[in-house]
């Protein structure tokens, strides 16, 4: 069952300030008034990834698994190279987090 909204609210803002609030609300998926209810409501607003950033994502989680591997590989033979592959693994990992959120 679909909950009907109905009350209006209005708010003033610039010209600028409502192209900004609709190209991140397109950007969102969502519409306008969607957007603003939600930004209020302090929910968060994602943005949807385009495919440029999908394939960002997928070929940083393939290089943090191939430095893990690396890692594995030179462990017991040179235990510092292993120490610093797997800190950048580490540090992949973490902006893949951030890209994430």
């Known amino acids: 069952m679909k ?3 109905k ?3 209005q708010f003033r803002c610039g010209i600028y300030e409502k192209k900004l609030l609709k190209k ?5 998926g969502l519409s ?6 939600r ?4 929910i ?6 385009n495919q440029e ?4 994502y997928k070929t940083l989680t393939k290089f943090s698994n191939n430095f893990t591997a690396i890692g ?3 462990r017991k033979h040179n235990p510092q190279l292993t120490e610093e592959v797997y800190a950048l693994a580490k540090e992949i990992k973490e902006h893949l987090n951030n890209f994430k959120q």
């Open 32 to 37: 306008l008034s969607e957007f603003c209810l």
């Open 7 to 9: 009350t209006v609210i």
């Open 53 to 56: 950033q999908v394939e960002c």
């Open 3 to 5: 909950k009907t909204k």
């Open 39 to 42: 930004a209020a409501l302090d």
């Open 72 to 74: 594995n590989m030179y």
């Open 24 to 28: 991140r609300a397109q950007k969102a």
């Open 44 to 49: 968060k607003v994602v943005e949807i990834l």
